[in-house]
């Protein structure tokens, strides 16, 4: 199954809910990180949330989630656009731990002393980051708590991520379910989803048995919805030479400088994709001519590219 994400209605439009399809962009990203089977789950369930929730917004808009628990994984961070790309890492990729019950431990891994903080980048030049204390580290639950109380949308989030023996991915996905301000006045209504969700088996379940996001749809609405839109979503990291650059260049001259004094060539490596960017001395040389008059222009550069793909 290609990776795809459903946006449904249900419920007279009470309730609007994605479903989404993943394995694909999961497995891209172990690939790319390295990661062990718990922290490909809790990095999967970041990718698949964050992916969906990229697709609530339209037009040129990024978005940047970070859990910062205080569990070994040392932290993920994930950003989606509203087209369906997703990219992300985790501080720790080599970690894993299973429950008792042999499920992966991605509470534990993640730690849920911590916080999750979405930044939105509308590229009008504001920039809005709302953050929420973490409830499990679990993710799902974290997800909802933030929708809840940073977005006052009440919510629920189901996430799975289903690791072969050899670590590959075998399956993953997951839903969120937003209630539209009219399904508050409703109570029958918001105990009716309740049961509905309580009743189904967890996602990482469906998703081992084949559901597709519109059968994980349908098992929440028991077939009351429609399907108004349906997109393909991927990893993909849009990193280049130009946004490295700019990284070096907001060391500022005197560091550059320091650089070309020690004779060494310089290798970014993308956080993302593990695309590395080499930098000669000429190139350094041009960068610190550059950053000269850019320190006199705005002696605070940009600090945020810097902080996402150094
Ligand atoms: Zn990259």
């Known amino acids: ?55 609530m917004y339209k037009g040129d808009i990024s ?29 720790n990729p080599e970690v894993h731990a299973s ?19 979405v930044t939105k980048d509308l590229k009008i030049r504001d920039i809005f980051t709302s953050s929420s204390a973490l409830q499990t580290g679990e993710i799902g639950d974290d997800f909802a708590y933030y929708f809840v109380m940073s977005e ?17 991915v075998l399956a993953a996905g997951g839903f969120i379910l937003q209630l539209m301000p ?17 009743a189904m088996k967890p996602v990482s379940e469906l998703i081992r048995n084949g559901y597709t996001p519109e059968m994980i749809i349908e098992e929440i609405t028991q077939g009351d919805h429609t399907i108004v839109e349906t997109m393909p979503v991927k990893y993909a990291c849009d990193c280049g030479r130009e946004k490295f650059a700019r990284g070096l260049k907001s060391l500022g001259k005197k560091e550059l400088d320091e650089m070309i004094m020690d004779g060494k060539t310089i290798e970014t ?11 000669s ?12 008059s850019v320190d006199q222009e705005n002696p605070k550069n940009d600090e945020k590219d810097q902080e996402h793909d150094n």
């Open 1 to 55: 199954m290609n990776d795809y994400l459903v946006k449904a209605y249900a419920f007279d439009g009470m309730v609007r809910i994605y479903g989404a399809a993943t394995t694909n962009l999961v497995e891209q990203a172990r690939i790319y990180q390295g990661t062990w089977p718990a922290a490909t789950a809790a990095l999967g369930r970041t990718l698949t949330a964050s992916v969906i929730m990229g697709a």
């Open 63 to 91: 978005l940047t989630v970070r859990i910062d628990g205080n569990g070994p994984i040392g932290g993920i961070v994930v950003t989606a656009n509203a087209v369906g790309e997703v990219r992300g890492y985790v501080g």
């Open 99 to 117: 429950t008792d019950s042999g499920k992966l431990a991605v509470g534990y891994v993640v730690g849920k002393d911590g916080f999750m903080n």
């Open 152 to 168: 006052q949308i009440p919510s629920s989030v189901g996430l799975g991520v289903l690791v072969n023996d050899d670590n590959s």
């Open 182 to 198: 009219g399904a508050l006045g409703k109570p029958l209504l918001v105990d009716k989803i309740e049961a509905n969700i309580k």
């Open 269 to 279: 490596v993308c956080h993302f994709c593990n695309k590395k960017y080499q930098f």
């Open 281 to 292: 001395l000429d190139d350094l040389k041009q960068l610190s001519l550059e950053s000269q």
